[in-house]
Nanobody
Framework: QVQLVESGGGLVQAGGSLRLSCAASGGTFSRYAMGWFRQAPGKEREFVATVSRISATYYADSVKGRFTISRDNAKNTVYLQMNNLKPEDTAVYSC????????????????WGQGTQVTVSS
Protein backbone atom coordinates (compact mmCIF):
# COMPACT_ATOMS: atom_id res chain seq x y z
CA GLN A 1 0.00 0.00 0.00
CA VAL A 2 1.44 3.34 -1.08
CA GLN A 3 0.61 6.55 0.74
CA LEU A 4 1.00 9.86 -1.11
CA VAL A 5 1.07 13.32 0.45
CA GLU A 6 1.12 16.48 -1.64
CA SER A 7 2.41 19.87 -0.58
CA GLY A 8 3.33 23.20 -2.10
CA GLY A 9 -0.02 24.53 -3.22
CA GLY A 10 -1.15 28.06 -2.56
CA LEU A 11 -2.29 31.38 -4.00
CA VAL A 12 -0.21 32.98 -6.74
CA GLN A 13 -0.70 35.75 -9.25
CA ALA A 14 -0.95 35.03 -12.95
CA GLY A 15 2.52 34.63 -14.43
CA GLY A 16 3.92 33.32 -11.17
CA SER A 17 5.36 29.95 -10.26
CA LEU A 18 4.77 27.16 -7.76
CA ARG A 19 6.44 23.82 -7.13
CA LEU A 20 4.30 20.96 -5.92
CA SER A 21 5.81 17.99 -4.13
CA CYS A 22 4.37 14.53 -3.54
CA ALA A 23 6.05 12.34 -0.95
CA ALA A 24 5.48 8.59 -1.11
CA SER A 25 5.73 6.00 1.62
CA GLY A 26 4.77 2.40 2.24
CA GLY A 27 5.90 0.97 -1.08
CA THR A 28 8.77 0.77 -3.55
CA PHE A 29 8.51 4.20 -5.12
CA SER A 30 10.87 3.48 -8.00
CA ARG A 31 8.57 0.73 -9.29
CA TYR A 32 5.74 3.11 -10.07
CA ALA A 33 5.03 5.59 -12.79
CA MET A 34 3.79 8.81 -11.20
CA GLY A 35 1.26 11.29 -12.43
CA TRP A 36 -0.29 14.63 -11.58
CA PHE A 37 -3.96 15.33 -12.16
CA ARG A 38 -6.10 18.33 -11.38
CA GLN A 39 -9.77 19.02 -10.80
CA ALA A 40 -11.44 22.41 -10.91
CA PRO A 41 -14.87 23.03 -9.34
CA GLY A 42 -17.63 21.62 -11.49
CA LYS A 43 -15.19 19.93 -13.87
CA GLU A 44 -13.92 16.41 -14.33
CA ARG A 45 -10.50 15.32 -13.19
CA GLU A 46 -7.92 16.23 -15.83
CA PHE A 47 -4.55 14.69 -16.64
CA VAL A 48 -1.61 17.08 -16.23
CA ALA A 49 1.67 15.16 -16.50
CA THR A 50 3.27 11.79 -15.92
CA VAL A 51 6.80 10.49 -15.38
CA SER A 52 7.78 6.87 -15.93
CA ARG A 53 10.03 4.67 -13.84
CA ILE A 54 12.94 5.73 -16.04
CA SER A 55 11.91 9.42 -15.96
CA ALA A 56 10.33 9.63 -19.41
CA THR A 57 7.74 12.40 -19.28
CA TYR A 58 4.48 13.26 -20.99
CA TYR A 59 2.32 16.36 -20.63
CA ALA A 60 -1.15 17.58 -21.39
CA ASP A 61 -1.13 20.11 -24.22
CA SER A 62 -2.53 22.77 -21.90
CA VAL A 63 0.58 22.74 -19.69
CA LYS A 64 3.32 21.75 -22.15
CA GLY A 65 6.20 24.22 -22.03
CA ARG A 66 5.05 25.67 -18.69
CA PHE A 67 5.04 22.68 -16.31
CA THR A 68 7.83 20.20 -15.60
CA ILE A 69 7.39 16.88 -13.84
CA SER A 70 10.36 15.15 -12.24
CA ARG A 71 11.10 12.48 -9.69
CA ASP A 72 13.77 11.80 -7.10
CA ASN A 73 13.76 8.11 -6.27
CA ALA A 74 16.23 8.61 -3.43
CA LYS A 75 13.71 10.90 -1.72
CA ASN A 76 10.59 8.97 -2.81
CA THR A 77 9.23 12.22 -4.17
CA VAL A 78 7.72 13.48 -7.40
CA TYR A 79 7.60 17.18 -8.25
CA LEU A 80 5.58 19.44 -10.49
CA GLN A 81 7.25 22.74 -11.31
CA MET A 82 4.61 25.14 -12.60
CA ASN A 83 5.70 28.33 -14.34
CA ASN A 84 3.78 31.10 -16.07
CA LEU A 85 0.63 30.11 -14.21
CA LYS A 86 -2.74 31.15 -15.60
CA PRO A 87 -6.12 31.57 -13.86
CA GLU A 88 -7.35 28.50 -15.72
CA ASP A 89 -4.73 26.43 -13.86
CA THR A 90 -6.72 26.93 -10.66
CA ALA A 91 -7.66 23.50 -9.31
CA VAL A 92 -6.95 20.87 -6.70
CA TYR A 93 -3.82 19.04 -7.81
CA SER A 94 -3.37 15.40 -6.89
CA CYS A 95 -0.51 13.01 -7.44
CA UNK A 96 -1.02 9.35 -8.18
CA UNK A 97 0.98 6.14 -8.63
CA UNK A 98 0.51 3.65 -11.44
CA UNK A 99 1.86 0.31 -12.59
CA UNK A 100 1.45 1.56 -16.17
CA UNK A 101 3.92 4.01 -17.69
CA UNK A 102 2.71 6.87 -19.82
CA UNK A 103 -0.93 6.58 -18.82
CA UNK A 104 -3.18 9.64 -19.01
CA UNK A 105 -6.25 7.84 -17.67
CA UNK A 106 -6.92 8.18 -13.94
CA UNK A 107 -8.28 4.63 -13.98
CA UNK A 108 -4.74 3.35 -14.53
CA UNK A 109 -3.58 4.84 -11.24
CA UNK A 110 -3.98 2.77 -8.11
CA UNK A 111 -2.89 5.16 -5.36
CA TRP A 112 -3.84 8.79 -4.85
CA GLY A 113 -2.92 11.63 -2.54
CA GLN A 114 -5.47 13.91 -0.92
CA GLY A 115 -4.67 16.86 -3.16
CA THR A 116 -3.38 20.40 -2.73
CA GLN A 117 -5.17 23.57 -3.79
CA VAL A 118 -3.60 25.86 -6.38
CA THR A 119 -5.28 29.20 -6.95
CA VAL A 120 -4.09 31.61 -9.62
CA SER A 121 -5.43 35.14 -9.46
CA SER A 122 -5.70 37.38 -12.51
Amino acid sequence: QVQLVESGGGLVQAGGSLRLSCAASGGTFSRYAMGWFRQAPGKEREFVATVSRISATYYADSVKGRFTISRDNAKNTVYLQMNNLKPEDTAVYSCAASNYSGSVSPYRYSYWGQGTQVTVSS
